[in-house]
């Protein structure tokens, strides 16, 4: 046998390995129909895999093997409960499901007959770890993943009722503008893949769907690659080489060639979706074609300019729109959240577009661009490739095509067309308007020329970012974000002759660095950003001023809070100067100044400005990420303003928010989930408030790994709740692994640093270990002063903690002084009523009955008693000490109806927390 033919019967057979047996010899007959010798030779090693493979399994699989497939083992998947079957490919089965508790529709995928193939298992957990890190409103989402009983995988995504984007342009009749768009809205999100390093490979019409609010929706990330991991050997890739996991008519050559991928291979499947829109045809006709066959057109053969194809499609009449033929990784349904399937004979013509001469030019230039054979000479990513969409959307000169004068004009009159048709009549100014129109087309050009290198320095930016030295692959396995950043400031800091380039690198390396709590680093570099843009656009300018909010919040992270104020107010009041007012950099300015006043502690005048960037986010009509953040700001100032029942209101809907936007495990959604713990913590509902806490720190760990500050709020915030269920030695262990994080982030004063000591403070205390306590307290208090300039509220729980040290050590004196300076900070900070003032009322009048002082103690008790008892449970251990105390006070004043009054409460009250022991 020559090389040659077993070459084709081994891509035969890795084809047909993918199918389900039933179809096997079907799709050979069809493939081989020019050599039909060939498929029994493919059958018989199809056979001799399958017998292999059963040799290593159990009976039970080669019963099932011989009796027939596999049928689903149950109808509930956890929460999930099947509804029908969405359908098959050769790896896995979808389900159409609804979550039960939820009511919401879902799509399972089961992976079928893992056991037969390994290769299969991984490419199926791959994709299941591909979709978990993919969070865009465009990309289908992963929701849950588990195995049955018997070890099959399963996962839980999305479910996109939708139809693919040719067929919604065909059925739709869609202008040329609604298909870029549509583009567009695709390219986004296979950019959002690629920037988190994730190449799809499999880019198809049916791997879009296009839902019917016209959004769009990417799916299949069934043969995706980690860039990391796309270097395979030449040895391995050779066995591979064919059509195999893609899809023929939308593959790139080096694809077919078994060559290593990149971007740049998207971008030309990108660039094939974009004929096929253009023209109501793909580029190559591969029907009827064999693997080689097919794969030689794809390498050789150059495809027709779009202009040409519909010119001639326009003068003859557009043919039937049929999908493409040919095999990737799954059949379409079941590669993931699917549509409703819909019939070959149900398809309407996908026809081409109508668009001028001028417009067709540019077409052409920007579909053959991408689909180039050399992926040196194609765009050099999917963001340069929308720059050019959005180009050819405005009317401006594309960066892929020569720079020509004439070409340029003709773009600048076709802007200016009513300007220039105007300037024709008055022939009196003709010299002066052609001597105006040439200088003004240079200085078009040369602005131009400048944004285009510009871009394409951003662009070799980002990919030397990535790639190390090695353009075709990316980052060695041990790359990561730190050395990724340092080596991103070493490659800005060579963009000196583009100072505009480089200082917006520079401040969006410097906001990275910040949220990975490296504060010095981001500092030197948001000040570099902040004194270079001075420089270009002057003091007073739009970009300064966003520079200027974001280095405000660098200063609010660094607890420098009256700078912070003071950057944020300025930034704000020279964007609304520069900007109109409804702009978005108005409202993420607000956002900002709301977050500062909620750090000081002024939360009246924080709910004011976020409730203006609430307003301005909501104006567009859509849930966007901006509204779910400017809405969970304003939800966390009413929370410490005392409005509970608002904050849970508003928590609630930015929870569903967050979900919807981001899937269930993102740090967004652990947010949520700390702040309605919090407030099942406010209530006493301290169990609940832990199972919250729990689920929270479970996201952020697996999200920012164990030594992240954000991993050390979710343990503090476990640990308080431990603390107020008494268990002590959990709660401490917790807190101490909080503490020191935080201190190795923020240094030794921090307010971070200080909530974590203060619950520590609260754990010796409760054990009686009063001299450890006060040293927590009085640090806490000295972190407090020391970053709030002396007013704030979480100075008087400070305070009012360190006195509770005292009342327990039965140094009354002491106690009383410092809870009267508690109530004298919160009668400054905080609102009449607010909880924090009863509860430490409580603890005063307390400190006044063991003094001896009944009458001043009556008062304070019953006072707080009011204000925690209209905000918590009955059974909250502060109103319990409360009723004790009444009881006492009113026995030692001769009120016994009062006394008896409160003992009831105390008995039913003590009763029902017994029972729920």
């Known amino acids: 046998m020559d090389s040659a033919r077993w070459q084709r019967i081994q891509t035969l057979f890795h084809d047909a390995a993918d199918l389900p047996p039933c179809e096997q010899e079907a799709f050979l007959r069809v493939v081989c129909h020019d050599d039909e010798t060939l498929v029994p030779e493919v059958l018989a090693l199809l056979q001799e895999d399958a017998r292999s493979s059963l040799l290593d399994k159990g009976v039970s699989h080669v019963a099932e093997a011989v009796l027939g497939p596999v049928t689903l083992p149950c109808r509930e998947f956890g929460p999930y409960r099947i509804r029908e079957a969405l359908g098959e490919g050769g790896m896995g089965v979808v389900y159409l499901a609804e979550r039960q508790d939820l009511h919401s529709l879902v799509a399972i995928k089961l992976l079928r007959d893992a056991w037969l193939s390994p290769a299969r298992r991984e490419r199926f957990a791959s994709e299941q770890r591909t979709l978990a890190q993919l969070n865009h409103p465009a990309i289908a989402r992963l929701y849950d993943a588990d195995t049955l009983p018997d070890g099959t995988p399963w996962f839980v995504m999305e479910y996109v009722e939708g139809v693919p984007l040719t067929e919604y342009c065909a059925r739709h009749a869609s202008p040329l503008r609604q298909r870029l768009q549509l583009l567009r809205a695709v390219c986004e999100a296979v950019q959002y893949a690629h920037s988190s390093a994730v190449i799809h490979r499999d880019l198809k019409p049916s791997n879009i769907l296009v839902k019917a609010d016209g959004s769009v929706r990417l799916l299949d990330f069934g043969i995706a690659k980690q860039i990391e991991t796309l270097e395979t050997p030449q040895s391995v890739q050779a066995t591979m080489t064919g059509l195999?996991?893609?899809?023929?008519?939308?593959?790139?050559?080096?694809?077919?060639?078994?060559?290593?991928?990149?971007?740049?291979?998207?971008?030309?499947?990108?660039?094939?979706?974009?004929?096929?829109?253009?023209?109501?045809?793909?580029?190559?006709d591969l029907s009827r074609r064999t693997p080689a066959e097919a794969e030689q057109v794809i390498v050789s053969?150059?495809?027709?300019?779009?202009?040409?194809?519909?010119?001639?499609?326009?003068?003859?009449?557009a043919p039937p729109f049929h999908p493409p033929s040919g095999k990737g990784g799954d059949s379409n349904s079941s590669s993931g959240p699917l549509q409703r399937s819909v019939g070959l004979s149900g398809r309407v013509a996908l026809s081409a577009v109508s668009a001028t001469k001028a417009e067709w030019s540019d077409l052409d230039v920007v579909c053959l661009t991408a689909m180039h054979k050399d992926p040196q000479r194609r765009y050099r990513s999917v963001e340069a490739l929308v720059r050019d969409l959005d180009h050819f959307q405005r009317g401006e000169p594309l960066e892929a095509r020569p720079e020509t004068l004439g070409y340029r004009a003709g773009k600048f009159v076709r802007r200016n067309r009513n300007a220039v048709a105007a300037t024709a009549l008055v022939l009196a100014a003709a010299i002066a308007l052609v001597t105006f129109f040439t200088v003004r087309l240079t200085r078009a050009r040369n602005q131009a020329l400048a944004e285009a290198a510009r871009a394409g320095r951003t662009q070799r930016f980002v990919l030397n970012l990535f790639q190390g030295g090695d353009e075709a692959a990316g980052p060695a396995d041990s790359l990561r974000v730190i050395s990724l950043l340092d080596r991103g400031v070493q490659e800005a800091q060579a963009l000196s002759r583009d100072?505009?380039?480089?200082?917006?690198?520079?401040?969006?390396?410097?906001?990275?660095y910040q949220k990975l709590g490296k504060f010095d680093r981001a500092e030197s570099l948001l000040g570099s950003a902040l004194d270079e843009r001075k420089r270009l656009y002057g003091a007073d300018s739009a970009e300064v001023a966003e520079t200027t909010v974001l280095?405000?919040?660098l200063r609010a992270d660094q607890a420098q809070l009256p700078q912070a104020e003071q950057l944020v107010r300025d930034g704000l009041a020279m964007a609304k100067r520069r900007l109109p007012p409804n702009h978005p950099a108005i409202a993420r300015a607000d956002d900002?100044?709301?977050?500062?006043?909620?750090?000081?502690?002024?939360?009246?005048?924080?709910?004011?400005?976020l409730e203006d960037a609430v307003r301005l986010h909501s104006s567009g009509g859509a849930m966007t990420p901006e509204l779910a953040d400017s809405l969970a700001h304003l939800g966390n100032n009413h929370f410490y303003a005392g409005h509970y029942q608002v904050f849970d209101s508003i928590t609630h809907r930015v929870l569903d928010m967050h979900k919807q936007l981001y899937g269930e495990r993102h740090p967004s959604v652990a947010e949520d989930l700390i702040n309605l713990g919090a407030v099942q913590h406010e209530y006493g509902n301290y169990a609940q408030a832990e199972k919250y806490f729990r689920q929270a720190l479970d996201i952020n760990r697996a999200y920012y790994g164990k030594e992240h500050y954000k991993t050390a709020s979710s343990l503090t915030q476990l640990g308080r709740s431990l603390v107020f269920q008494d268990r002590f030695d959990e709660a401490t262990a917790v807190l101490t692994e909080a503490l020191g994080i935080q201190e190795h982030v923020f240094g030794k004063v921090h307010p971070k640093v200080a909530s974590a000591l203060n619950d520590l403070g609260n754990a010796a205390s409760k054990q009686g270990k009063y001299a450890a306590a006060e040293q927590y307290f009085t640090r806490v208090r000295d972190i407090y002063r020391t970053v709030y300039n002396g007013r704030h509220y979480v100075i008087g729980i400070a305070t009012s903690n360190l006195a509770s040290v005292y009342l327990a050590e039965k140094d009354y004196q002491r106690a009383e002084a410092l809870f009267?300076?508690?109530l004298q900070m919160y009668a400054r900070t905080l609102p009449d009523g607010h909880l924090n003032v009863g509860i430490t009322r409580i603890k005063l009048g307390r400190t006044l009955l063991r003094a001896g002082r009944v009458a001043e103690a009556e008062r304070e008790s019953k006072l707080g008693y009011q204000i925690v008892g209209r905000q918590t449970l009955p059974t909250v251990t502060w109103l319990q000490n409360a009723r004790q105390d009444l009881i006492e006070e009113y026995d030692a004043l001769k009120q016994p109806d009062q006394a008896q009054h409160f003992r009831d409460e105390l008995a039913k009250m003590t009763a029902t927390l017994a029972a729920k022991k």
Do not use: C, N, W
Request: charged share 25%.
């Open 551 to 553: 280095f405000g919040l």
């Open 301 to 317: 053969q150059e495809p027709e300019r779009p202009s040409a194809v519909a010119r001639r499609d326009t003068s003859v009449g």
């Open 244 to 284: 195999r996991l893609m899809t023929p008519a939308y593959a790139a050559p080096e694809q077919v060639r078994g060559e290593r991928v990149g971007v740049h291979t998207d971008v030309y499947s990108l660039g094939v979706i974009l004929y096929e829109l253009l023209t109501g045809r793909l580029p190559f």
């Open 499 to 512: 100072p505009a380039a480089q200082a917006e690198l520079y401040q969006t390396l410097g906001t990275i």
């Open 820 to 822: 009267r300076e508690a």
């Open 592 to 609: 900002a100044l709301g977050k500062v006043l909620e750090e000081r502690g002024s939360y009246d005048q924080a709910i004011a400005v």
